[in-house]
């Protein structure tokens, strides 16, 4: 054992000798990549790892391993490309991070796809609308900042606590510069004039190439170092503690369907879900309870829900609600919030939504100046279980009023004139 522990740092003690050649520029990057091949064999991802975090601890300034990151990970490609990508269940965190890193390749084939059209075109036409294309394209792979988001704060921690802090926060500074190349070519596209394929050419060269080159160097690092490392590092516990965590960060390009758990969960401690504190947590996201409130009364309707036990428990307070409501009704029956008279057809709309005959039951009435929708919704598990109904009233006055079309790029033109 004693002998391969030897082994194993002699090999980390050449790569780093031959990686501080390079710091110092006695050394090319072909020249180290060159003498890494011939010396070793057996080099893994555990290796570089670990050789970056001596680096560090022997005094190579972060800063410094961060500038020549992408060179060292081309001069130990070789050993790299050997390290197969760790197999991981359908909906654990880590074939979450795997099937992002699919749809961002996919999204940056298409790209590649339509600079190769601009390419072919002649200098003088007019390449707008592919630019158009290349630029929704490129607003969609910004999602690619919730996937690093979701390494920083939710995995990075994980190795913090090992005290193995030096290569995520590498990582981290070249997530910012990916994050900024992003930027940047948003930025460059999004200029209203049109664009000729001479400009654009050299514009996709200058801009737009080496940003995707970025994300897909830090795809590679991810899958050849960072994803075995993880793998290898985190309990199940850790990972069911990210995969609770992760709906609120959201995902890039990829929505996982596939629910997840450890198979020992009962054994395992309650996670501490430090990233939900304070949270009311959804299937589709959490918001504080101020923002949840606040949403909901900034909804165009008024909405109420009664339980599947008749129980009023909730209603909205928007600011001009159609009709008025008090605390005191919650607690309350629904059938006694409402006029005698009226009763008999409430209790007929619930009865039909707990016996599946409906789900839906809508009314419009004038009041005054206010044409008003009035909507129940029969509210259901997964199961089709009834719940409770839902109340949503709306005054649709305006709505009726609408004809043709008002689309979203007219906005500025208007609040221009306002």
């Not at 992760?246 to 596939?258: H, N, T």
């Amino acid at each position: 054992m004693s002998e391969i522990i030897n082994n194993r740092q002699k090999r980390i003690n050449t790569m780093k000798s031959l990686i501080r050649q390079l710091h110092k520029g006695i050394a090319s990057p072909e020249q180290v990549q060159h003498q890494l091949e011939a010396l070793l064999e057996k080099a893994d991802y555990s290796d570089v790892f670990l050789m970056e975090v001596q680096l560090i601890e022997e005094g190579i300034d972060q800063k410094e391993i961060q500038r020549l990151c992408d060179v060292h990970t081309k001069v130990l490609r070789k050993q790299l490309d050997k390290q197969k990508v760790p197999e991981a269940t359908k909906g654990h965190p880590l074939h979450t991070f795997q099937q992002e890193n699919r749809a961002i390749e996919n999204a940056i084939n298409t790209l590649e796809g339509l600079f190769d059209q601009v390419r072919k075109m002649d200098d003088i036409t007019d390449a707008t609308t592919i630019f158009h294309m290349i630029h929704a394209h490129f607003n969609s792979l910004m999602d690619v900042d919730k996937h690093y988001q979701r390494k920083e704060n939710l995995l990075f921690p994980y190795f913090e606590k090992r005290e193995i802090s030096g290569p995520p926060a590498v990582m981290w500074g070249k997530h910012d510069e990916v994050r900024e190349m992003l930027k940047n070519s948003i930025n460059g596209l999004s200029g209203a004039k049109p664009i000729l394929a001479s400009e654009g050419k050299v514009f996709i060269d200058l801009a737009l190439i080496p940003a995707l080159e970025q994300v897909k160097e830090m795809i590679y690092k991810e899958e050849k170092v960072l994803f075995p490392m993880s793998s290898e590092l985190l309990t199940d516990s850790e990972w069911y503690e990210i995969y609770l965590q992760s709906d609120e960060i959201g995902y890039c390009l990829y929505d996982p369907q596939d629910k997840w758990e450890p198979e020992d969960r009962e054994e395992m401690p309650p996670p501490q879900m430090t990233a939900q504190k304070g949270k009311v947590k959804l299937p589709t996201g959490a918001f504080s309870v101020e923002e949840l409130t606040r949403v909901l009364n900034t909804l165009p309707v008024d909405i109420s829900f009664v339980d599947k036990e008749d129980i009023v428990r909730y209603f909205s307070q928007t600011k001009d609600r159609i009709f008025h409501r008090s605390r005191a009704i919650l607690g309350r029956k629904v059938q006694y919030c409402h006029p005698p008279s009226s009763v008999h057809i409430v209790e007929r709309i619930v009865d039909d939504f707990k016996s599946g005959a409906q789900d839906v039951a809508s009314f419009w009435i004038q009041i005054r100046e206010k044409f008003v929708l009035i909507s129940y919704y029969a509210v259901r598990d997964e199961t089709g279980q009834y719940l409770g109904t839902l109340e949503v009233t709306q005054d649709i006055t305006d709505l009726r009023k609408l004809e043709g079309e008002r689309r979203i790029l007219s906005y500025e033109s208007t609040t221009s004139e306002a």
